[in-house]
């Protein structure tokens, strides 16, 4: 599962959060999530987030059941986006969130941002997240004013 978070920072850059899974095809219960550029800018390489950049964007996995198969995202600035990874009626691993009162598969997150002179961001203005509800099968938006 990879799920694209594009950052108004000014460039067409996207962090990719992507599950890890473990040989035996189990959530990596240790770290079950990595993040990672793809820097259109730069030819679509893959780069690593910046010490600062992990502080800002990063997220808090806690584990919400005994198996440790499902987790809690949280990120470190941004306590409003809690997301739940776990397995869909699929077998595969998800991303949920609850977006208009609706448990939804995420998709996409855009997050609008105010940089310093650097372009780091210095203050989130709003998060726009969309997926598909998992009650209607429609795409479910919904803007989340910081």
């Given at each position: 599962?990879?799920?694209?978070?594009?950052?108004?920072?000014?460039?067409?850059?996207?962090?990719?959060?992507?599950?890890?899974?473990?040989?035996?095809?189990?959530?990596?219960?240790?770290?079950?999530?990595?993040?990672?550029?793809?820097?259109?800018?730069?030819?679509?390489?893959?780069?690593?987030?910046?010490?600062?950049?992990?502080?800002?964007?990063?997220?808090?996995?806690?584990?919400?059941?005994?198996?440790?198969?499902?987790?809690?995202?949280?990120?470190?600035?941004?306590s409003k986006l809690k997301i739940i990874v776990k397995k869909s009626s699929a077998g595969n691993y998800r991303?949920?969130?609850?977006?208009?009162?609706?448990?939804?598969?995420?998709?996409?997150?855009?997050?609008?941002?105010?940089?310093?002179?650097?372009?780091?961001?210095?203050?989130?203005?709003?998060?726009?997240?969309?997926?598909?509800?998992?009650?209607?099968?429609?795409?479910?938006?919904?803007?989340?004013?910081?």
């Amino acid at each position: 599962m990879e799920l694209e978070c594009d950052l108004d920072l000014t460039s067409k850059n996207t962090i990719i959060f992507e599950i890890v899974m473990l040989a035996d095809k189990k959530l990596n219960s240790e770290k079950p999530v990595k993040m990672h550029w793809i820097r259109y800018e730069e030819d679509s390489r893959i780069a690593e987030l910046s010490f600062i950049q992990r502080k800002i964007l990063g997220l808090k996995c806690i584990s919400i059941d005994e198996t440790k198969s499902s987790f809690l995202l949280i990120n470190n600035k941004i306590s409003k986006l809690k997301i739940i990874v776990k397995k869909s009626s699929a077998g595969n691993y998800r991303a949920y969130l609850s977006i208009n009162n609706q448990l939804t598969e995420l998709e996409r997150v855009f997050i609008k941002a105010s940089n310093n002179p650097l372009g780091m961001p210095i203050s989130f203005e709003y998060i726009e997240v969309s997926g598909i509800s998992t009650e209607s099968g429609k795409t479910n938006t919904e803007r989340i004013n910081l």
